[in-house]
């Protein structure tokens, strides 16, 4: 059974930063896809930021380029999410998504090929 756990997130002003963790239990090996999705109020979940972890291949939202940086961690099958100038438009419930196999450029983004979700973490960013 595979698990995900989330930390990080919390409260911070506009420009400010944050930074979010995930570790995956219960894969027999590294090839894996792990992503961060978000998700507003009254809004869709979308695509934060996605990496392979056997390649360390990246994919991210447009919205978040040159602010975001997704990492692998230094533990087995753990992703961190660096979120710098934040702006309260990144306010939202932050979860973290893996599925089996490498990312691929044109589902990354697709909530639906995702198998496992962690419990989400609330980032907040006030003007």
């Known amino acids: 059974q595979v698990q995900l756990v989330e930390s990080g997130g919390g409260s911070v002003q506009a420009g400010g930063s944050l930074r979010l963790s995930c570790a995956a239990s219960g894969y027999l090996y590294s090839n894996i896809c792990m992503a961060w999705f978000r998700q507003a109020p009254g809004k869709e979940r979308e695509g934060v930021a996605a990496i392979s972890i056997g390649s360390g291949g990246t994919y991210s939202a447009d919205s978040v380029k040159g602010r975001f940086t997704i990492s692998r961690g230094n533990a087995e099958n753990t992703v961190s999410l660096q979120m710098d100038s934040l702006k309260p438009e990144d306010t939202a419930m932050y979860f973290c998504?893996?599925?089996?196999?490498?990312?691929?450029?044109?589902?990354?983004?697709?909530?639906?090929?995702?198998?496992?979700w962690g419990q989400g973490t609330q980032v907040t960013v006030s003007s």
């Open positions: 998504a893996t599925h089996a196999g490498t990312c691929y450029g044109g589902g990354w983004s697709s909530a639906s090929d995702y198998g496992y």
